[in-house]
C-alpha cells in the first residue's frame, strides 16, 4: 500500500504543481461561458440585414405592400426581367427578386411556381426561407380573403395541448417528469464521463510511455511490483481530474454568485426605482421560474443520479484507464499506440452514437443491454437514469461494471508487467496475447 | 557466508531458453563479476535476483533467506537501460525513488543532501534532470542506487554510458561501499572493464553457467605455463623442455618471444638457461585475459 501511495503521490504532485494544469483549471471555466457568449454575442451584431439592397419586380402586382419588413432594405422596381436583372448589376444591390404574373382566378389552385431570387453570392437557408415565408403568407392572406371565409373561424379551428408525463412508481404516487430536461441531464453526464476518459486516458497512456522512454521503470520495478505501480499512476492521474472537476464546480457556482450580484443586483435595484406595479410583475414571474425549475429538478432523482454518476464516473475512468495503461506499457511511442487505440475506442464512440437513439427511448432493449455491457453502461446508464430505470438494473450494471473494471485491470496488469520491460519489439495483437499468457 | 545463492535457476521464453539450471553463490563483502556475452542470460537472472520477473525454477537465498519482497530494499539496482524522470527535480527524484525504497522522508533528506556535496552536485537539487548534464544524470543516477545503503548492489554495465573521469569516480566509491560491508556485482559483457576489479566471478553463455570461482583460482587453472621474454640478439638452442611458441620483433635488434615451459620445470631453470644464451631485457609469466579464458572455454565447448 505504501508503494501504491507513493505512486499516487508523485503522479498527482507533477501534475497538479505544473503550470498547465493550474492554466487549463482555471481557464476552462472562463473559456466557455466566453467562447458561447462571444459566439452570441457575433451572431447578434451580424445578424443585421439591414444594409443589404434587395430589388422586387412585382409582375403580378400583388405584392406592393408584401415585402415590409425592417430586416432588408427593398426597393421595388419595374420594368422587364432583363432590364431589373441589368439594374441588379449596374447598382450592385443584394439581390433581386422576381414575382411573375401569377393567376390566383382559380382558387383550387395550390401550386405556384417560378418565382426566383438572383443574388451575386449563394445565399443561405434563412435568407431563402424569409422570402419564402413572405411570398407564401401574402398568398395565402389573399387566398383566404376570396374565399369569404372569416379569418377567426380559422383561428378558432386552431388548438394547442400540452401533454403532461408522468411516472406511476411503486408507491403508486404519480410523479410529472420532463423528457427534456431528463435527456439534457443523460447527455451531460454521458459527455463527462467521455471527455473524463479520452483526456484522462491519454495521460495515463503518455505517464506510461514517459517511463518507459526515458528507461527509468526498470529501476522503479526493483523496488515497486509493477501492479502497484500501475494502480498508483491510475489512481493519481484519476485524482488530479477529480481535482480539476472540483475545481471547476467550486469556480462555476463563485462565478455565478459573483455574476449575480455584480450584474443582478444593480439591475434589480434600477427597476425598483423604475415603476413598483412592472417591478412587482417582474418579480412574480422571477419567482414562477424559480419555482418551476425546483418542480423540474423535482422531477428527476437529483441523489439517485449525482451518487451514480461518481460510481459510472469512477468505474468507467478505472476500466478505460488500465486499457490505456496497458497500450502505453506496449508501445515505443505514440505513433505505435494509434492502432491499439482504435479498438479501445470503439466502445465509447459506439456509446456516445447510441446516445440519441436511448434518450429517444430509454426502455428499449438497446438501452438496457448497452446499459448492462461495462464499456459503454457509464454512458448509457448515465443517460437512462434521468427517466427512471428499475432497481434490479441499476444495480445489475453496477456489479457488471464492478466486475468489468477488476477484469480489465487484471488483463491491463499481466500485459503492463511485460510491455514496460519490452524495448524496440515489432507489437501486434499477437504478441500483446502472448504477453497476456506468459509466466513473468 | 554467501550473501547470495542461486540454485539451479531456470527461467524460458516460450521456446527460448533465457537461463538454463544456472547456480552461482556470492561471499559478503565481495565484487563479483557476472561475465558473458549479450543475450547469455545475465539480465535475466539480475531481474530475477530484483524480483522484476520470477525463475521457472530453482531457488535464490538472499542472507539464507528464500527471496521475498523484503529483499528489495537490501538491493540497489542499476540497470542497463536506465534513466530519471526527465521532467522531476533533482531532489524530488531522489527523495521519490528513496522512499519507494522504504526511506523515511527525513532520513532520505539527509543523504540526499550528503550525497549531492559528495558528488558536488548540491547547487543542482532545484533543477529538473532534463537540465543536467549526461555526466551529471548519471552520477544522480548512482545515488539513487546507492543511497538505501543496500547490502547488495547491483550494476548491470555499469560503465558503458559513463565517461572515463565518472567511471573512476564511481570506482571509488564502489569501492568504499565494499569497504563499509556491501557486497556488489557487476554483469558486464566487456570482461577486461572489471577484470581488475573483480574478486569472484561467473561466467553466462548461451543461458548456461560454464565456469565460476575466484579470479585467482580460475586464472592459475588457465595458466598454461607460458613464459614471455624480450632480449637483444639471437635465441637460438633451447632444450626440448622450452620450446618457442612465436617471436616477434620490438625494434632493431630486440625480439619478443613466448616460450613454452613444459610440466615439472620451473622459470627459474627457463631463466638460467636463458641467461646463456642471450641479453634478457625481460620476463614475465604469460597470465590469460578473462576474456582469453572466456574464448578458450567457448572455442572448447564448440569443438
Known amino acids: 500500500m505504501r508503494q501504491i501511495f507513493l505512486v499516487f503521490k508523485r503522479e498527482y504532485l507533477t501534475r497538479v504543481k505544473k503550470k498547465s494544469f493550474l492554466l487549463a483549471t482555471i481557464l476552462t471555466p472562463l473559456l466557455f461561458p466566453a467562447l458561447i457568449f462571444g459566439i452570441i454575442y457575433l451572431a447578434n451584431t451580424d445578424g443585421g440585414n439591414e444594409d443589404k439592397d434587395i430589388f422586387v419586380l ?163 520495478v526493483s523496488s515497486v511490483r509493477p501492479f502497484q505501480l500501475m494502480m498508483g499512476k491510475v489512481l493519481g492521474v484519476g485524482a488530479v481530474g477529480f481535482t480539476q472537476l472540483l475545481i471547476w464546480i467550486v ?140 432497481t434490479w438494473q441499476l444495480l445489475l450494471s453496477m456489479v457488471l461494471l464492478v466486475g468489468g473494471f477488476m477484469g480489465t485491470i487484471w488483463v491491463a496488469g499481466r500485459i503492463y508487467r511485460v510491455g514496460i520491460l519490452m524495448y524496440g519489439a515489432k507489437v501486434n495483437w499477437k504478441t500483446i496475447a502472448k504477453w497476456f499468457t506468459m509466466k513473468v | 557466508m554467501n550473501i547470495l545463492e542461486a540454485n539451479n535457476v531456470s527461467k524460458a521464453y516460450a521456446a527460448h531458453k533465457a537461463l538454463d539450471d544456472v547456480s552461482i553463490s556470492i561471499p559478503k563483502q565481495s565484487i563479483f563479476g557476472l561475465l558473458g556475452p549479450n543475450g547469455a542470460g545475465k539480465t535475466t537472472l539480475i531481474r530475477i535476483i530484483n524480483q522484476i520477473i520470477m525463475s521457472d525454477g530453482g531457488e535464490i537465498l538472499i542472507n539464507g533467506e528464500k527471496l521475498h519482497p523484503k529483499h528489495v530494499n537490501v538491493i540497489g539496482y542499476l540497470p542497463e537501460e536506465r534513466g530519471l524522470y526527465k521532467k522531476m527535480k533533482v531532489g524530488e527524484q531522489l527523495m521519490y525513488l528513496a522512499q519507494l525504497k522504504g526511506l523515511s522522508s527525513g532520513e532520505a533528506r539527509s543523504r540526499i543532501k550528503n550525497w549531492l556535496d559528495k558528488m558536488s552536485l548540491t547547487e543542482w537539487a532545484g533543477k529538473k534532470v532534463e537540465d543536467l548534464s549526461k555526466g551529471m544524470a548519471q552520477k544522480i543516477q548512482f545515488i539513487a542506487t546507492v543511497m538505501h545503503e543496500p547490502d547488495l548492489l547491483i550494476l548491470d554495465e555499469p560503465f ?105 620445470q620451473n622459470p627459474n631453470q627457463l631463466l638460467s638457461e636463458l641467461i646463456n644464451k642471450t641479453e634478457v631485457h625481460g620476463f614475465t609469466e604469460v597470465i590469460p585475459s578473462i576474456n582469453d579464458i572466456f574464448i578458450t572455454i567457448v572455442e572448447e565447448a564448440q569443438s
Not at chain 1, 443561405?124 to 377567426?152: A, C, Q, T, Y
Not at chain 1, 463527462?192 to 522512454?213: C, N, P, R
Not at chain 2, 621474454?229 to 638452442?237: E, F, I, M, R, S
Open chain 1, 58 to 220: 412585382d409582375e403580378s402586382g400583388y405584392f406592393a405592400d408584401a415585402f415590409n419588413d425592417s430586416d432588408y432594405n427593398y426597393s421595388h422596381v419595374t420594368g422587364t426581367l432583363d432590364e431589373a436583372k441589368a439594374k441588379f448589376q449596374e447598382e450592385g444591390v443584394y439581390g433581386l427578386i422576381h414575382i411573375p404574373v401569377l393567376d390566383l382566378e382559380d382558387a383550387t389552385k395550390t401550386r405556384y411556381d417560378n418565382f426566383s431570387f438572383f443574388s451575386e453570392t449563394n445565399p443561405g437557408n434563412s435568407v431563402m426561407n424569409d422570402f419564402e415565408r413572405v411570398i407564401r403568407v401574402k398568398l395565402e392572406s389573399i387566398k383566404l380573403d376570396r374565399s369569404g371565409i372569416d379569418p377567426n373561424v380559422i383561428n378558432s379551428l386552431k388548438v394547442s395541448i400540452d401533454l403532461d408525463s408522468f411516472n406511476l412508481g411503486e408507491t403508486g404516487e404519480a410523479k410529472e417528469n420532463n423528457t427534456g430536461l431528463s435527456s439534457a441531464i443523460g447527455y451531460i453526464f454521458g459527455f463527462l464521463i467521455y471527455m473524463f476518459i479520452f483526456i484522462y486516458g491519454s495521460q495515463i497512456m503518455q505517464s506510461v510511455l514517459d517511463e518507459k522512454t526515458s528507461r527509468i521503470v526498470e529501476v522503479i
Open chain 2, 160 to 264: 558503458s554510458g559513463f565517461d572515463p573521469v565518472n567511471a573512476n569516480l564511481i570506482k571509488d566509491e564502489i569501492f568504499e561501499l565494499r569497504e563499509k560491508g556491501a557486497t556488489v556485482i557487476f554483469s558486464t559483457h566487456r570482461m577486461e572493464s572489471v577484470e581488475q576489479l573483480c574478486d569472484d566471478i561467473a561466467m553466462i553463455n548461451h543461458s548456461k553457467k560454464i565456469l565460476d570461482g575466484t579470479k585467482k583460482d580460475i586464472k592459475k587453472s588457465y595458466k598454461s605455463n607460458k613464459y614471455q621474454v624480450d632480449y637483444k640478439g639471437q635465441l637460438t638452442g633451447l632444450s626440448p623442455e622450452f620450446s618457442i611458441v612465436e617471436t616477434s620483433v620490438i625494434e632493431d635488434d630486440f625480439s619478443q618471444a613466448i616460450i613454452q615451459v613444459q610440466n615439472g
Open chain 1, 251 to 390: 469556480l462555476m457556482f463563485t462565478l455565478t454568485s459573483v455574476g449575480i450580484a455584480v450584474f443582478g443586483g444593480p439591475a434589480a435595484g434600477m427597476e425598483m426605482m423604475a415603476d413598483q406595479m412592472s417591478q412587482e410583475i417582474e418579480l412574480t414571474e422571477t419567482q414562477e421560474t424559480v419555482a418551476n425549475i425546483e418542480n423540474l429538478l423535482g422531477t428527476v432523482p437529483v441523489v439517485k443520479i449525482l451518487v451514480s454518476f461518481l460510481f459510472y464516473f469512477l468505474g468507467a475512468y478505472f476500466l478505460y484507464g488500465a486499457l490505456y495503461a496497458a497500450v502505453g506499457s506496449s508501445v515505443d511511442s505514440m505513433q505505435d499506440a494509434q492502432q491499439f487505440m482504435f479498438p479501445i475506442m470503439i466502445p465509447i464512440i459506439a456509446a456516445i452514437i447510441s446516445l440519441g437513439f436511448v434518450l429517444d427511448d430509454p426502455h428499449s432493449s438497446l438501452a438496457v443491454t448497452l446499459s448492462m455491457i461495462p464499456f459503454t453502461s457509464p454512458i448509457i446508464m448515465m443517460a437512462r437514469l434521468p427517466f427512471g430505470v428499475p
